[in-house]
């Protein structure tokens, strides 16, 4: 089994934008989290999901600002970032699942890092004020 793979980290500018790309194919649902140093995976913060109808969702912290989009033609998995804040420094992760989550669009369980089996190596943002 091929684990997700990021790409696209890198240093901007505050106000500025960057694209993360996620290599992934085959799964119900995908998200991107998101961890500070020293935080463990299982407190990471939802950044954003997609399931495999195409329905998004957003942490309130990131709506307006961030676009999450799926390519099935690439297997890819794009994170859209404008206006980026210092606060949204972070590593950023591609997590994945193959499983019904039930409802995706209500509740909180995309929110919840233990709901995806799969995960990549994680790449660094860094947004400088």
């Known amino acids: 089994q091929v684990q997700p793979v990021e790409s696209g980290g890198g240093s901007v500018q505050g106000g500025g934008s960057l694209t993360l790309s996620c290599a992934a194919s085959?799964?119900?649902?995908m998200a991107w989290f998101r961890q500070t140093p020293g935080q463990r995976r299982e407190v990471s913060e939802v950044?954003?999901?997609?399931?495999?109808?195409?329905?998004?969702r957003y942490a309130d912290s990131v709506k307006g600002r961030f676009t999450i989009s799926q390519d099935n033609t690439k297997n890819t998995l794009y994170l859209q970032m404008n206006n980026l804040k210092p606060e949204d420094t972070a590593m950023y992760y591609c997590?994945?699942?193959?499983?019904?989550?039930?409802?995706?669009?209500?509740?909180?369980?995309?929110?919840?890092?233990?709901?995806?089996?799969?995960w990549g190596q994680g790449t660094q943002v860094t947004v400088s004020a």
């Open positions: 085959g799964y119900s649902y």
């Open positions: 997590a994945a699942d193959r499983r019904n989550i039930g409802f995706w669009t209500s509740g909180s369980a995309w929110s919840l890092p233990s709901r995806y089996r799969d």
């Open positions: 950044v954003a999901g997609i399931n495999d109808r195409g329905t998004a």
